[in-house]
């Protein structure tokens, strides 16, 4: 990635596109280019999404975003980021923001989680099994009864660590799936979540082990949407494959929704505002993100937003009041999930002395 950064130093010819998709970008009175050449800050390095729009739409074909990438692997390392600070996002650690909600809200899969050998196992990422239990308990029976899936997996893929900079503890809880997977004799793994995928696309391939979509396993019930009108927001992991995005829009034809495009879609899309845990370190700028998409979803009006990607939906959720924001799973299964409630939940979680007692828990070292 070092290299990246190096070639954009040289490479960037100043036209200053990436600065009309990205509010860090438009905030800096220098090119990337110039600011690869003398190095990226941390303040501003935690504050990229790492969505790869500017990439997108780079003429040249240079990556802003491996800058940022490299700028908080560096910050980290020498210690210029308060990282115990922002232990809560941490997925390697028992007590994270997540885990501790699952076991506060009684949210428990034991009864599903692979035992014994399991050759198709279901990962449906900590964001989905964390604010839509019953949406991920729908869609894991449904892939029992349409490719026998022998159980369920609640680790997490790793990206939270290699977004914070921490690529050692990325490789080190790769490895650790990857020992689980192969105690199990896990061959096959299905995802429902599109930065998941990414992430352990070519872990697994390394390992031997068959890495799928939910959308190209799941049998999917007849949903009647004819004369339904969506509009698919595409997650920032999927902007450049686009696996997702086809298979979604693909599954929404099969059910009769018609699909209008937004101004970005595919390779162009904006960012939800989650990216890169933004919304911790820079609020801001996914408050940003988010009005500007949910502009462009009431200029195409369509009646639905559909996401493919459980913290995109999240997000949008919490702030349009205006706007039907769904999962494409529980469209597609003839499903209404409440992606605030667990938001909510969390919230009230936190409050009051009890509340404090459970943040000082997750703080701990």
Known sequence: MENKVKELAERCIECGLCKGCCPLLAGMEESPGKAAARGATAEESFSCALCGCCEAVCPVGVSPKELFAAGRRAAIAAEDFRL???????PDRD?????????????????IAVKGEASRCFFPGCTLMTYAPELTRAVFSRLQKDCGCDGMLTDCCGKPLTQMGLPQRAEAAAAKLVARLKAHAVREVI????????????????????????YEVLELPSVDGAGRICTVHDSCPDRREGVFGRQVRAALAKSGFQTVEMSHSGK??????????????RPDFTEEFVGRRLAEVRESKAEILANYCASCTAKFAAA?????????LSLLLGRDDDFTAAKKRMAAMLEGPEGDEIWARIMAD
């Open 320 to 328: 349009a009041d205006d706007v039907c924001v769904v999962h494409a």
């Open 95 to 111: 007590n994270n923001l997540m885990s501790v909600y699952r076991r506060f809200s009684g949210i428990d899969y034991g009864d």
């Open 191 to 214: 995802v429902a979540c599109p930065g998941c995928y990414y992430e352990l696309l070519p872990v697994l391939a390394a390992a031997g082990v068959t890495l799928k979509t939910v």
């Open 84 to 90: 115990d600070e922002y232990l809560y996002l941490l």
């Open 268 to 281: 162009k899309t904006i960012c939800c505002g989650s990216g890169g845990m933004i919304s911790s370190f």
